[in-house]
């Protein structure tokens, strides 16, 4: 088939037929995990495209896989993988798992014919494409489309632009794009896409000189693949093979060919479909296929479909006539026919803009063989069938179902047989342009999104996949920090989640600060694949938290004054408050030589002449003489080096008090010396993070917390930890931590507010699966959702398994407040995954490969 | 999710319904009816044509002829009410068939008929002349000049055609596809970035 396409410019092409079409971009809306008033929106805003599109036009949505190269990209900008060498190694071996699932996204196309007024230019235009044509036949050089055409096109074609609604951010088409489509078309199931062209990169004046009309390849179409079979059933058989082999003309050698089946929709459920819920376009990769779809619209006002209504009218009294003799259930079947025609009358009369919209929708499925075709062309009608949704496959019009899908064909006799008729405001309920667009645009690869659905096996997803990705950086544009919570029940994969960012943190060359309250030790053994880790265990120090030795005099005496004011429940202004800031006055303390806490200890009991400081040394050594206090006040052990680059405090063991001590004076004053330590040491350690994770705004930093209720527990360990996201983004700090009920962890509102990225595991507690999804912003009433969060999210087989390709799906609420499904990915590199799924809780979830 | 769900309707069936035709125009009722278009038209093309071809049918008596065509009548009648109700235009279905039936051997072009066209032997039987010149040199060797050789590839634009993306194994969906050839096709399509050729060689390599 030679393309309709004569000659393109942006935005315009000009066809053999004549009439010249406008193209464009649009991008979906998201639609997704959003609420009912979110949806509605949607909803209207296709409503207001469709009435913006008087006549024919073309509304195409194709899956375009994604260059895994191009996604691995978005992970390397602002970093240089020479100097990072362990990002690269994650970035390369990314592209490994990424290339074999085969990423994927869906592209939307306008492609709009151009009214022509006047009768002159209509007969020009006819002139020129018939001589375009005979001047390709006589093989004689292009007469290229002369510049006041090109200008009167393009303005033309901004003009409907213009009128499509802002949010479909409609962007002219370049011919790279263009050609990009044509080849899709010709290749489409044989993953052998590239990235779609970016808009802007204006090639349009070079390929409008036109030297040669070879851009758009020609393109061979075999109805039922012919050219496959042999012999005398070979022609019989076109009867039963509803598929078409497409072959790229010009590719060079035996081209391979795309088989494709195309269907279309040929009955619609007579009942009607629910909205929400009933968006068959807008929810088409729910099919687990990679599916294009082709809406081939003709829109018409009101006014002028009242002729064709009172045609209805006249055939349906006629009917009675001709049936009335009839026993039979006739009459109440035109009864039917009869109030959906009052119906569709109120409909176009209720709203002065309504609009009557033909559309015919043609599916398109793929693959490498016409088995393939075959096998997923049923699937398709399979999946459509449950929706109330007849998918036929007209015998011999598979090249015309093709055709009807390029933009730049007129609509043809079996486009219009299988238009569906209804309003523009019902059609806009099947929300063809829906997104569930998750995550920020470059940083760390997170996972896949999956709101199509869950993956099917290891390595096939639902549907094309598009990567999620989280920017630890934050977002750019907007002061928005990249700090994350992660929810969950136990064993839903928070540990997993939270070392696989860590991980990426320690790889682009940051810090890593981690509070481990696991009694395992899961990230002690997990930062055993960080070069160079430290690990601070509370309650068998080797290496010691000393404020004043990690330090020095100068910043630890003010980390040890927070740390003290706790410890002692001293406040400021009291006799022993006066007594610990004077002693902890860097000059004080420089004076006496005291350059670390034993020594302050020591010196309190036995040199210092301060009045009440016996009393305050007493008190205080009642901690340090405890196994639990040598952490900090043991000169022996070597004092920690702030440099590492990951250092994991292990506070396994550590008594906290309940909010009830520490609310209640009654409670408060019989609170044993273990919680009262275990909460000034979990204060300490947040504020040690904080000084650690601050002290360098070049590189990125993040503290990881594991329980993050422990830490926010204490008021101090909460102020401490807002302080941390607050100032976070202007030091390149995150905070990373988890907790199995995030209301209850993070009681502060504030707190809850700061960090925006939030991902929820699977939750089977009905009442913490609520209050989960009351964090996401998302109805907490809500069955389904409830259901969604118990149930669909990594369920498992037989109650204690999850299957391989089921691990870590989570809801997932990104920085921009978007909330869809995820599954999350591990680390593509061995040692690393290893190094999660050795740790304890975690089970094995390796990634698809 | 949680709030009303609207009914959002199709209108296509109020427009498009099976028309039936139970009544002669004066108002009469029709034995066995109401039949569908169809049934009405099969069964005119079916007398008009079985009356005009007579002379291949009719050799029995004036009964047995007038059964023949009442009962072969009744027959199309009978099957044509057999299609479903609100089945497809029946010549746009005929049409369909009919165009897979004489669908070309190789596909089409450019709307035309594709012939793949067979392989042809080429015979070549050539003599090389000498030139004046080479006679010349011939003549006396010290004048023999080397002439650069010609990079005759270099001027085929298909030659420098870069090779596409290769497929992608995991790729294939609910059908397992065959591998594909460590070699795939050239294309005529947008020129590989650098990075896609390396990830074009890395995935020939791990397939072999």
Redesign the interface.
């Known amino acids: 088939?030679?393309s309709g396409t004569a000659s393109m410019t942006t935005g315009v092409r000009w066809t053999y037929s004549g009439a010249p079409w406008a193209d464009f971009v649009l991008t979906a809306l998201p639609y997704g995990l959003r609420?009912?008033?979110d949806k509605a929106t949607v909803r209207m805003l296709h409503t207001a495209l469709l009435r913006a599109l008087p006549g024919e036009s073309l509304l195409l949505g194709v899956c375009a896989?994604m260059?895994?190269?191009a996604v691995v990209?978005k992970m390397l900008t602002g970093i240089d993988p020479a100097s990072h060498p362990q990002w690269a190694a994650e970035c390369q071996a990314t592209?490994d798992w990424l290339?074999?699932?085969?990423p994927g996204k869906r592209i939307y196309w306008l492609s709009v014919p151009l009214a022509t007024t006047s009768p002159l230019q209509v007969v020009r235009q006819g002139v020129r494409a018939a001589l375009s044509g005979l001047g390709d036949v006589l093989a004689l050089p292009r007469t290229p489309v002369p510049p006041a055409e090109v200008a009167r096109r393009t303005k033309q074609a901004a003009a409907i632009g213009a009128a499509i609604p802002a949010p479909f951010r409609p962007s002219a088409a370049t011919p790279?794009q263009m050609?990009?489509l044509h080849?899709h078309a010709v290749?489409r199931g044989?993953?052998?896409d590239?990235d779609l062209?970016a808009s802007g990169g204006d090639v349009a004046g070079d390929l409008l000189a036109p030297a040669s009309g070879?851009v758009l390849?020609?393109?061979?179409?075999?109805?039922?693949a012919?050219?496959d079979h042999d012999g005398a059933t070979a022609?019989?058989g076109?009867?039963t093979r509803r598929h078409l082999?497409v072959?790229?003309?010009?590719?060079?050698?035996?081209?391979?060919g795309s088989y494709q089946a195309l269907s279309v929709i040929?009955?619609?459920?007579?009942?009607?479909?629910?909205?929400?819920?009933?968006e068959v376009i807008g929810r088409i990769d729910e099919c687990?296929?990679?599916v294009d779809w082709a809406m081939r619209l003709s829109v018409r006002a009101a006014s002028s479909v009242i002729p064709?209504?009172n045609r209805?009218l006249n055939?349906?009294n006629?009917?009675y006539?001709?049936?009335?003799?009839?026993v039979s259930h006739?009459t109440s079947a035109l009864d039917r026919?009869g109030s959906?025609?009052a119906?569709?009358a109120k409909?176009l009369d209720a709203d002065q803009l309504e609009v009557e919209t033909q559309a015919t929708i043609i599916l398109a499925v793929a693959?490498?063989?016409a088995?393939?075709a075959r096998?997923?062309g049923a699937?398709l009608a399979d999946h459509f069938s449950r929706m109330g949704y007849k998918l036929?496959a007209?015998?011999?019009?598979q090249?015309a179902l093709w055709k009807a899908m390029q933009p730049g064909i007129a609509a043809s006799?079996?486009v219009r047989?299988f238009?569906?008729?209804?309003?523009s405001?019902?059609l806009a309920?099947t929300v063809p342009l829906a997104s569930t667009a998750l995550g920020s645009a470059g940083g760390s690869l997170l996972g896949l999104n999956i709101a199509a659905g869950p993956m099917l096996a290891p390595?096939?997803t639902c549907g094309p996949t598009s990567p999620v990705f989280h920017d630890l950086e934050g977002a750019s544009d907007a002061d928005v920090s990249g700090s994350m919570v992660v929810a969950g029940e136990l064993g839903a994969g928070k540990t997993a989640t939270l070392m696989k960012l860590a991980g990426d943190v320690a790889d682009k060359g940051g810090q890593l600060v981690i509070a481990d309250r696991t009694a395992k030790g899961e990230w002690a053994e997990w930062a055993k694949a960080i070069p160079g880790a430290v690990v601070v265990d509370a309650a068998a120090p080797t290496l010691s938290l000393d404020p004043l030795r990690v330090f020095g005099i100068r910043v630890g005496s003010a980390v040890m004054a927070s740390f003290l004011a706790p410890l002692l429940n001293v406040s400021p202004t009291s006799e022993r408050g006066v007594l610990v800031a004077d002693v902890l006055d860097p000059a004080y303390l420089t004076e006496h030589d005291l350059d670390s806490s034993g020594a302050l200890v020591a010196h309190l009991l036995h040199g210092c002449a301060l009045e009440g400081a016996h009393e305050l040394g007493r008190l205080v050594s009642a901690f340090a003489r405890r196994d639990l206090g040598r952490v900090i006040f043991d000169a022996s052990i070597p004092a920690l080096k702030t440099t590492a680059p990951a250092m994991v405090m292990r506070t396994h063991g550590l008594a906290l008090p309940s909010r009830e001590e520490l609310e209640h004076a009654h409670l408060f004053s019989q609170m044993g010396l273990e919680k009262i330590y275990g909460r000034a040491l979990n204060a300490l350690i947040a504020a040690l993070a904080r000084r650690v994770c601050f002290a360098d705004t070049s590189t990125l930093a993040a503290f990881v917390i594991s329980e993050l209720h422990a830490m926010t527990i204490s008021f101090e360990g909460e102020r401490e930890v807002s302080e941390f996201v607050r100032d976070g983004r202007k030091h390149r700090a995150v905070l990373l931590a988890d907790d199995h009920d995030p209301m209850g962890g993070i009681s502060s509102v504030t707190l809850r507010g700061l960090i925006p990225a939030r991902i929820l595991m699977r939750q089977r507690d009905k009442t913490l699966a609520r209050r989960s999804l009351a964090w996401l912003d998302l109805?907490p009433?809500?069955?389904?959702?409830i259901e969604m969060v118990r149930t669909a999210t990594s369920p498992t087989t037989d109650g204690v398994m999850v299957p391989e390709h089921r691990r870590g799906e989570a809801t997932m609420r990104d920085m921009a407040g978007n909330v869809g499904r995820i599954k999350i990915m591990l680390p593509a590199r061995d040692h690393r995954r290893a190094a999660i799924t050795a740790g304890g809780t975690a089970a094995a979830r390796t990634p698809?490969? | 999710?949680?709030?009303?769900?609207?009914?959002?309707?199709?209108?296509?069936?109020?427009?498009?319904?099976p028309?039936?035709?139970?009544?002669t125009h004066t108002g009469g009722?029709i034995w066995g009816?109401?039949y569908t278009i169809t049934q009405v038209v099969g069964a005119v093309v079916v007398v008009i044509v079985m009356l005009n071809t007579t002379s291949l049918w009719a050799k029995g008596s004036v009964f047995t002829n007038v059964a023949i065509l009442a009962g072969i009548t009744y027959a199309v009648v009978f099957a044509l009410g057999k299609m479903p109700p609100?089945a497809?235009?029946p010549l746009?279905?005929l049409?369909?068939?009919?165009?897979?039936?004489v669908?070309?051997?190789?596909?089409?072009?450019?709307?035309r008929p594709?012939r793949a066209v067979p392989p042809q032997r080429l015979r070549a039987r050539i003599d090389v002349q000498p030139t004046t010149d080479q006679r010349l040199s011939c003549a006396a060797p010290t004048a023999r000049r080397v002439a650069a050789p010609v990079p005759a590839a270099a001027s085929r634009p298909?030659l420098l055609?870069r090779a596409?993306?290769p497929?992608?194994?995991?790729?294939?969906?609910?059908?397992a596809?065959?591998a594909?050839e460590a070699a795939?096709?050239?294309?005529?399509?947008?020129v590989?970035?650098g990075?896609?050729q390396a990830?074009a060689r890395a995935?020939a390599g791990r397939l072999r």
């Open positions: 088939m030679r609420p009912d008033k896989s260059d895994p190269a990209d592209l290339d074999e699932i085969g790279a050609m990009w080849q290749r044989l993953f052998q590239l062209p070879c390849s020609d393109v061979v179409l075999d109805e039922g012919m050219a022609r019989a076109t009867l082999k072959t790229d003309a010009s590719a060079i050698g035996a081209g391979e040929a009955g619609v459920p007579t009942d009607g479909f629910a909205f929400p819920g009933g687990g296929l990679d064709a209504n209805a055939n349906l006629e009917q006539d001709q049936r009335s003799a009839e006739a026919i959906a025609l119906e569709y409909a693959g490498a063989n088995e393939s096998a997923q699937a036929a007209p015998l011999g019009y090249q006799r079996a047989e238009a569906q008729i209804t309003t405001t019902a309920a390595g096939i109805d009433d809500d069955e389904a959702l698809a490969p | 999710m949680s709030g009303q769900v609207e009914v959002v309707k199709w209108y296509t069936r109020a427009r498009r319904f028309r039936l035709v139970g009544r009722k009816g109401p609100d497809r235009n746009s279905v049409a369909g068939a009919a165009g897979a039936l669908t070309p051997r190789q596909g089409r072009q450019g709307g594709l298909e055609r596409p993306r497929q992608q194994v995991a790729a294939s969906r609910l059908v596809e065959p594909p795939p096709a050239l294309v005529g399509g947008p590989p970035t990075l896609q990830l995935a």
